[in-house]
């Protein structure tokens, strides 16, 4: 059957019709082209100094742990080096003589950070750009997805890993709970710092302890011990004794007492009175070789428990040896340096080897203060052109011991002449004394983050 024919009113309808139908398609084809012609919103760059993700926490290098440790962790960066490195030439001449001189040139640095360090130490976490590193675009968004997605998940993970993560976030939001500049206190930055304290403190609770946890944590300077051919610091036959005069540690304190260190000494063989000879360290006018045949401080982790207790253990980060080298005189004659970083991937992977690894004193490291990768040179004396200086460890040492690297920082306090102080004590190091002082400051200002507990 055929379709009626079209009435005339019909066809007046659709002439009419006609063309506001080819007006809107020339109207919609010319916003089409003026959209076009426009440029298109483009999203922020990642910033350069960020890396990928490596296995870290897990094989996966996409599991959020892993992404949340590259992004505060993870940094590529350019240093100076010092003539430590001759092949670095051409060097500077401002230098004296004998004075290390700086390249002339920058090197590129690529840190995966799975070593004994804090995060966000490039750009400087005290610097403008430092301090909002983690709350600009696209970095936020990434940081943020990879906390939602670690808050969600339902997999167990091992202790061990829970401990070490809880100490990588705990110093993240330490860092972070830093205020912002002045002139960054915008709303929207503002809301997006309370958002990433929240997420991170709600992480950290998740990834807490219980005290038995804590409790069962290994010994994992113990496991490196025999691998590493490491010196048998918690026996009393070893000859090492831990001593304190006074609490309070630098290395503790530029940590946010987040750890706590152990200072041990090796008195010479021949001495009577051990307590007499520690004693006899508070005297800066002897040297501390004429007493000893070494020093060494060890450095372990502070957790907070299910309770929301801060509680000291046995996971040690990093432990640095100096042992003094003499003749069959008793002469002193060099200083041997030694220090071992936690690797986590290593303890993850092969927790039998206690995850440490050791660096003798010709490793690179870097020049001046506790904080890793700091600024240590600025071309031209301008702070917008500050880089991190490479030096050997040995360097590194002596900017604090001393030439010889035999001085004991614990002992080297300016004091009215025959003040000697309190005696030295000897702790026992199966307890944890060394952790009460520590953790008795970091209460001072914990607030914020026990309130999550």
């Avoid at 994992?220 to 005069?245: C, I, K, M, T």
């Avoid at 927790?351 to 690179?364: F, I, R, T, W, Y």
């Avoid at 020049?367 to 040179?377: E, H, I, K, V």
């Avoid at 030096?391 to 920082?409: F, Q, W, Y």
């Amino acid at each position: 059957m055929t379709a009626n024919p079209l009435t005339r009113s019909d066809r007046r309808r659709r002439r009419i019709a006609a063309p506001a139908i080819a007006t809107v398609s020339c109207l919609a084809a010319a916003i089409s082209l003026s959209l076009l012609a426009q440029p298109i919103p483009q999203k922020p760059a990642r910033p350069s100094y960020l890396l990928a993700p490596v296995p870290i926490y897990s094989s996966n290098p996409q599991d959020p742990w892993n992404r949340l440790f590259a992004i505060l962790f993870s940094r590529r960066f350019q240093v100076y080096k010092t003539s430590d490195f001759p092949e670095a030439a051409p060097f500077d001449n401002s230098a004296g003589e004998n004075e290390l001189r700086i390249s002339t040139r920058l090197f590129e640095r690529t840190e995966t950070g799975d070593r004994a360090i804090d995060p966000l130490y490039y750009p400087p976490y005290n610097s403008r750009e430092g301090r909002t590193q983690l709350l600009e675009e696209p970095t936020y968004s990434e940081v943020m997805t990879a906390m939602q997605a670690a808050l969600s998940e339902n997999s167990p993970r091992p202790a061990i890993a829970r401990a070490w993560m809880q100490s990588d976030l705990w110093s993240a939001y330490d860092i972070l709970s830093e205020p912002l500049f002045k002139e960054d206190r915008t709303q929207e930055l503002e809301s997006r710092h309370a958002a990433a304290l929240d997420a991170l403190a709600r992480l950290i609770h998740k990834l807490a302890l219980t005290p038995e946890e804590i409790q069962s944590l290994p010994d994992n300077y113990e496991q490196a011990r025999n691998a590493l051919a490491l010196p048998d610091l918690f026996h009393a036959q070893s000859g090492w004794v831990q001593v304190q005069w006074y609490p309070e540690h630098a290395h503790d304190s530029e940590a946010g007492y987040r750890r706590f260190s152990r200072i041990f000494v090796k008195p010479i063989r021949s001495a009577k009175s051990t307590q007499k000879l520690i004693d006899g360290l508070r005297d800066t006018d002897r040297e501390p070789t004429e007493s000893l045949d070494g020093a060494a401080i060890l450095i372990q982790l502070i957790l907070i428990d299910t309770k929301g207790r801060l509680t000291p253990t046995h996971l040690t980060s990093e432990v640095e040896f100096r042992l003094f080298q003499k003749n069959p005189n008793g002469q002193f004659i060099k200083t041997k340096i030694r220090v071992c970083e936690i690797n986590r991937s290593q303890l993850l992977s092969q927790p039998e080897s206690g995850g440490l690894v050791s660096e003798d004193e010709n490793a690179q490291a870097f020049s001046g203060g506790y904080t890793f990768a700091a600024p240590g040179f600025a071309e031209g004396n301008t702070v917008d052109k500050q880089r991190p200086v490479e030096v050997k460890l040995r360097t590194r040492c002596i900017n604090c011991h001393g030439l010889d690297a035999t001085g004991l920082m614990s002992f080297s306090m300016k004091v009215p002449p025959h003040f000697h102080g309190p005696a030295v004590k000897q702790l026992n190091p199966a307890q944890f004394e060394a952790a009460d002082y520590a953790i008795s400051q970091k209460k001072k200002y914990f607030q914020s983050l026990a309130a999550y507990f």
